[in-house]
């Protein structure tokens, strides 16, 4: 046995090389192939400086990314209350430091082969075809087990070896593995019940240690090596069988992980659990540091299963600020118009080359063409990371053509997700105004997890969807509608930052609807109400206009309305509402719930009043439309169609602006999302409408002369972060009562001659 302070004189290590520790003769466990390894004192102590020198080069590269992580989270909390300066020196520090470890660790790393060979454990004479990184358990003198990783040509081929079973040679499964098949019951999207067989798998201790008893008589093991063995190996099955608990509190229950349950110690495997530090010191665990930190990494990891869940937010915490450019008529400071910020969130559960990809490769080629860079673990091209614009502060004009750069920029998640895994995400959209209220989040930092909190989801992600329909090469943020979806695709720049190759599609379903709504209708406020012909496709759009419609029309829910092509949708909402009763509901709806239309496109206002307004002798002699409960409020007042009409006013309830009234009057068509009609001779339209059968006495309605005293009290413009404001009730309560003289029967003509 050799003690004290030794000089190494391995090739890969640098001269001088200083290793303290004690180094005895060792027998280790290698799991991916069931095999008993004897090493001498000698032979172990080269052994065990290699697996210090693996570990090292994944420890300064965790510790450098948490110092980041640490670093990134700070700015985040000073966000708008410390100069950007302030940081500038210490951020391109944390880079370098990481960089630098990272390329120490990636350089060891490219020895690695792509493809290695299931259930064997590989040693110098196999570095010809293949060179993997082995999982060894040292068996004597420790108090539990500690995985100790190695790569397979610093294994001597004379070392003894013994087999305890045979290994599957396709699947990596060992006879100590006992699985076993199960019926797990489940509901589709559909609501049917829904069966399948699933596996899984735990290490029977037992049947592993009968298995070292018969190789100790063979391999001779003295009684204290044998106890020392079934102690180790005992541990070792208890903690990996403990890791099999997935998912994790925070990760989602429908996940399939949750029934495929067994130890894997595949090839894969053991390169996953040394990316994410299995070996490492108990002082030293990154994974619960990366946790403290609230910053992106992953959150969690299942020891036995080599699986890794991950919460990322890109680019990070508080997002990424969209820009379009403004009409020249809308007089905004400097030519664009901030449409809020979006970031994304994904939530990955990884396993094999993908988890340790995202685990070790910092810059990586973001390729969705299915182009991935052939190395062991390593997916893409690798990058040196430079520091981004300070959180809170990145934009991006929608606009400008993002080109596909072939080198990545940001810390890399895309290439694990290409690889495969389960992985689930979504577009988050920046409420400045949760309808809600405050959520509650207790958090150490109130502020930044406020504004944190005030993120929604208003898109999943969508990895089937590859068909870009219409999106086109140049589109960062691009909405079609397919298949009954709203579908958004993301240029991955947009997704990852600078360098990201390739583009995410992201799905709108029934659940998300209104949160997209919102968003989108504080989008189209804050450039006027432009169409965004370079954002959103014209089916797609007048299809957004008519969904709403619908729903109000018909009585049903956002998952229903979306059921049909965008033309499908648009042609049966007209035929639809040439039924009288179609259009008595329509008025039944606004009246009952005038707040369905608060995140509507003017679009599809236009078309509610222009549905309400059109009629003929059945609507005449219909009883509905007319104002008959002498209980209601203006019961007494005399004319035709009061409810209908009643009905107009409250589709206006939720017009933010003047210049929103404009667009509605506009778009005065009952087939919404079609083009531009003149103002005046819609408004026209309206006032006569309005007007039918009034006449210059007291107790008509006179809602004709109504609608240019709402005009006149609209404000002129909103700002981009403004909540929708209604018309107060106390406001339509006097429009739909009868001419004062505070607002005499010439306010029309006087406001009009106004606007």
């Known amino acids: 046995m050799t003690k004290g302070t030794q000089q190494s004189s391995l090739d890969n290590v640098s001269k001088n090389t200083v290793v303290n520790g004690e180094h005895g003769p060792q027998v280790y466990f290698h799991p991916g192939s069931a095999t008993l390894l004897c090493v001498d004192a000698k032979d172990n102590r080269l052994l065990i400086q290699e697996q210090l020198k693996m570990t090292a080069l ?137 069966k399948k067989i699933v596996r899984s798998g735990k290490i029977d201790a037992e049947e ?87 910053m992106e990494g992953h959150s969690s990891f299942a020891l036995g299963e080599a699986k890794a869940s991950a919460e990322l937010f890109i680019p990070d915490r508080l997002g990424t600020a969209l820009l379009f450019p403004a009409k020249a008529t809308a007089g905004v400071a400097g030519g664009v118009c901030n449409m809020g910020a979006i970031r994304y969130t994904i939530n990955a559960v990884l396993s094999g080359n993908a988890g340790a990809s995202l685990g070790i490769e910092l810059g990586v080629e973001a390729d969705f063409s299915g182009e991935m860079a052939k190395g062991y673990g390593i997916k893409g091209s690798p990058a040196k990371l430079t520091p981004p614009p ?18 990545g920029a940001e810390i890399g998640v895309f290439a694990g997700v290409q690889a495969g895994g389960n992985v689930s995400g979504a577009i988050e959209w920046f409420d400045p105004h949760p309808d809600d209220g405050n959520k509650n989040v207790q958090d150490s930092n109130k502020q930044i997890v406020n504004k944190e909190a005030k993120f929604t989801a208003i898109a999943k992600l969508s990895l089937g969807v590859t068909a870009q329909a219409g999106a086109g090469g140049t589109a960062v943020f691009y909405v079609t509608y397919i298949n009954s979806r709203f579908r958004i695709y993301c240029k991955a720049a947009l997704c990852w930052g600078v360098g990201a190759k390739g583009s995410l599609g992201f799905e709108v379903d029934g659940n998300s609807f209104a949160a997209f709504m919102k968003s989108f209708l504080y989008m189209l406020r804050n450039v006027d109400y432009q169409k965004l012909e370079q954002m959103m496709k014209g089916d797609a759009f007048r299809a957004l206009c008519a969904i709403p419609l619908v729903m109000a029309a018909q009585g049903i829910q956002a998952i229903d309305a979306m059921y049909k092509e965008s033309s499908n949708i648009i042609d049966g909402l007209k035929l639809d509402l040439e039924d009288e009763n179609s259009r008595v509901k329509l008025m039944e709806s606004i009246l009952n719930n005038p707040d369905q239309l608060k995140y509507t496109p003017p679009e599809t206002k236009g078309a509610v009043i222009a549905t309400l307004i059109d009629n003929n002798w059945a609507d005449w002699v219909d009883p509905r439309n007319q104002n008959n409960d002498f209980f209601s409020v203006n019961s007494w007042k005399i004319g035709p169609l009061k409810r209908r009409k009643q009905a107009v006013f409250k589709a206006l309830k939720w017009v933010q602006s003047q210049a929103d009234y404009n667009n509605v009057m506009q778009h005065l ?14 408004e026209q339209d309206v006032i006569k409408f309005l007007g039918i059968g009034e006449r210059s006495l007291f107790f008509y309605t006179h809602y004709g002369e109504k609608l240019a005293l709402l005009y006149g009290n609209l404000r002129t413009s909103v700002d981009h972060d403004d909540p929708f404001v209604s018309i107060p009730d106390h406001e339509m309560d006097e429009y739909l009562a009868m001419v004062d003289e505070q607002h005499p029967a010439n306010s029309l003509m006087k406001n009009t001659m106004m606007a």
């Open 390 to 407: 300070p959180p809170g502060q990145r934009t991006i004009n929608l606009t400008i053509p993002q080109p596909d750069i072939q080198a």
């Open 58 to 194: 994944l420890e300064n590269q965790k510790k450098a990314q948490i110092a980041l992580d640490e670093l990134n989270f700070e700015m985040l909390t000073q966000a708008g209350k410390q100069p950007q300066r302030a940081y500038e020196s210490k951020l391109q520090s944390t880079y370098q430091q990481l960089n630098d470890a990272n390329e120490k660790l990636k350089a060891e790393l490219k020895t690695l082969t792509a493809k290695v060979p299931e259930g064997e454990l590989l040693d110098e004479n196999s570095k010809g075809s293949a060179i993997g990184l082995m999982e060894l358990i040292p068996l004597q003198k420790t108090a539990g087990f500690k995985s100790t990783y190695v790569r397979s040509d610093k294994i001597r081929s004379h070392w003894r070896k013994y087999k305890l079973s045979e290994v599957d040679k396709k699947r990596g499964e060992a006879s100590f593995i006992k699985y076993e098949a199960k019926e797990v019951t489940g509901i589709d999207a559909d609501g049917n019940e829904t």
């Open 669 to 682: 068509t009952t087939s919404p999302g079609e083009r531009k009609g003149d103002k005046g001779l819609n």
């Open 208 to 294: 592993l240690k009968k298995q070292l008893k018969e190789a100790s008589v063979s391999l001779k093991f003295e009684d204290e090596l044998l106890e020392d063995c079934n102690f180790v190996l005992t541990d070792w099955a208890k903690k990996m069988n403990k890791g099999l608990t997935w998912p994790k509190e925070n990760d989602k229950p429908d996940d399939e992980s949750t029934y495929h349950q067994y130890v894997d110690i595949s090839a894969q495997a053991q390169l996953m659990r040394y990316s994410q530090g299995a070996g490492l010191s108990a002082e030293f665990n990154p994974l619960e540091k990366k946790a403290s930190a609230k």
